[in-house]
């Protein structure tokens, strides 16, 4: 089941650049929330600090609370975070020359699942919710590489949610497919905030306005304006966002 | 404009035999500049071939199987002890060189901080600069008198280990910097740590390359001499295996030493051992070639 997150006061820099300025939003559990914005507004800053991946880049820094349900994230190990918090990125990062199958058995190896009877039936539970199983199963054992872009993109949310996380974080996970794979990752988004969180960064206000319940609309690293993706598109109460979902600018 | 150019044309296409003066100079000074090249590549090229002839006929003329088999009885005889000293000290050092350099190329590039790793990085260049029979030297001060293990193969192995290492790490580390930043990421993003992430992930598209850095050094290791010289010593039997106080034989003293003595037994040897190495080297070499073609000399390939 998927867990709300708070965040207070958060800011985030690269060096001496600040992306964020002193976000605070609310994102409610099982909910898919779309965050949008023009390109440099802080909207993967943003994603990228709720599973501490923003700390990975030399130089980066952050201030400010980020909590899953009752617990800070900043008290965590940030490789715990990342066990709850799971996370897809832009480009399809399968790892090469694994496997289908090991492509996700990995991580559920390092967390201790040892038998390979529950190790197979957790791999076909998640290449299914990730609507994968039936074009791969009889392809585990192939490189993940071979897949094609789509498919890739989805063995990667398959991997994500082996590990069982409680929020499911995605970075432009379409941006690099082509229509009929987007909507396949959309239908998917769709089916799977029953049981997750879901923040989806995108490009594509279509795309937010499809899959999203809620929509945060960000400019210079502040957030302009949030609420339910229909309030936000048909009846904007900031001037920047009307400007922006029209098409004006960005 | 266009009513005048083809009798420009005319000009310039026979401009080559009419032109005097500077034109001619030019033509003339790049032929020459041409022709030091060729002669200067020639050169480079012909000592090489020289070499590589002289060592490849007569040590097939004087090759026998036999030497394989039969050490070595004072100046004639085979190159089994040699050959199998050889194996032993560059099999010692490769078993202490590739673990240290492989993590040491790992920490380089995944964990230093990079000041850190600037200067880490800027002392395994100067220790790759280090003359080799300095290295034997130092050895040779610090463990074959010092911790008094005499002449022996763990000496001489060290001091190969020593000549090893900077290949070891630069190669394994500049392989890893190739390998695409979103690798890290998404191994990061399921909860991997830094050590996991390459130890399962990030080592794989680079393991061309960290393996072409190891047959490198072995290749390297096999024709050192001067760091041998003061540490390994010289045996006319077949290695005892153990790692101190017992002198080794190796191939490469047998090329240094007995191609100076008056005795065509002796040159017969040296040349036999010479082209062992030579076959031995060029056989590694190809090796790393098939490498790097197949991995594509890092992760390029896959992403």
Redesign the interface.
């Known amino acids: 089941m998927g867990k709300s997150i708070s965040v207070a006061g958060l800011s985030a820099w690269y060096g001496d650049q600040q992306t964020l300025q002193s976000i605070d939003i609310e994102l409610k559990a099982n909910t898919a929330t779309a965050v949008i914005g023009p390109s440099g507004c802080g909207k993967s800053t943003f994603v990228r600090c709720l599973n501490r991946m923003h700390e990975t880049v030399p130089g980066a820094r952050m201030e400010g609370r980020v909590r899953l349900e009752e617990e800070d994230l900043y008290r965590m190990h940030p490789v715990d975070v990342r066990r709850i918090v799971g996370m897809v990125f832009q480009k399809p990062n399968p790892f090469p020359t694994l496997s289908v199958f090991d492509n996700i058995a990995l991580a559920l190896r390092l967390s201790g699942v040892r038998r390979r009877s529950e190790l197979a039936e957790r791999v076909e539970r998640s290449l299914r919710m990730a609507a994968l199983w039936d074009e791969v199963k009889d392809r585990l054992r192939q490189p993940a590489t071979e897949l094609s872009g789509g498919q890739q993109q989805r063995l990667c949310i398959a991997r994500a949610l082996a590990v069982e996380p409680e929020v499911l974080l995605m970075d432009e996970p379409a941006s690099a497919l082509d229509p009929i794979s987007t909507l396949r990752i959309e239908e998917l988004i769709r089916d799977l905030k029953s049981r997750y969180t879901i923040v989806i960064v995108t490009h594509n206000m279509q795309q937010a306005t499809r899959v999203a319940d809620r929509t945060a609309f960000f400019l210079n690293g502040e957030l302009i304006e949030f609420g339910d993706t229909s309030q936000v598109f048909e009846h904007p109460r900031d001037r920047r966002t009307e400007d922006y979902v029209c098409g004006r600018f960005g | 404009m266009s009513v005048k150019s083809p009798e420009t044309a005319v000009v310039f296409s026979t401009g080559k035999d009419r032109s005097v003066g500077l034109p001619r100079r030019r033509r003339l000074s790049s032929y020459f500049g041409w022709g030091l090249a060729w002669a200067c590549a020639g050169l480079v090229v012909s000592a090489l071939l020289d070499l590589l002839v002289t060592v490849v006929m007569k040590g097939v003329t004087s090759f026998r199987w036999d030497m394989l088999t039969t050490v070595t009885h004072g100046i004639a005889g085979g190159l089994q002890n040699a050959i199998l000293g050889t194996l032993w000290i560059v099999g010692i050092a490769i078993v202490m060189a590739a673990p240290v350099g492989i993590l040491g190329g790992v920490y380089l590039s995944e964990f230093a901080r990079?000041g850190w790793a600037r200067t880490v990085r800027f002392w395994t260049e100067v220790l790759s600069g280090v003359p080799s029979i300095v290295v034997g030297y130092f050895i040779y001060l610090l463990l074959v008198l010092g911790l008094g293990w005499g002449f022996s193969a763990l000496a001489a192995g060290i001091a190969l280990l020593i000549i090893m290492l900077p290949y070891i790490v630069s190669s394994t580390e500049s392989t890893l910097r190739q390998v695409?930043w979103?690798?890290?990421?998404?191994?990061?993003?399921?909860?991997?740590?830094r050590f996991?992430a390459v130890s399962?992930?990030v080592w794989?598209?680079a393991?061309g390359g960290i393996a072409t850095g190891v047959l490198t050094s072995i290749a390297v290791a096999l024709g050192e001499t001067a760091p041998l010289l003061y540490t390994a010593g010289w045996s006319a039997y077949n290695p005892d295996w153990h790692l101190t106080h017992s002198q080794v034989g190796y191939l490469t003293y047998v090329v240094w030493t007995y191609i100076e003595q008056p005795y065509p037994e002796a040159h017969a040897l040296a040349y036999s051992a010479a082209f062992l190495l030579l076959v031995v080297i060029l056989c590694i070499h190809i090796l790393v070639r098939m490498l790097v073609r197949r991995w594509g000399g890092g992760?390029k390939s896959?992403?």
């Open positions: 990079s695409p979103s690798l890290r990421e998404g191994a990061w993003a399921l909860g991997l740590t996991q399962r992930v794989r598209p393991a992760a896959h992403l």
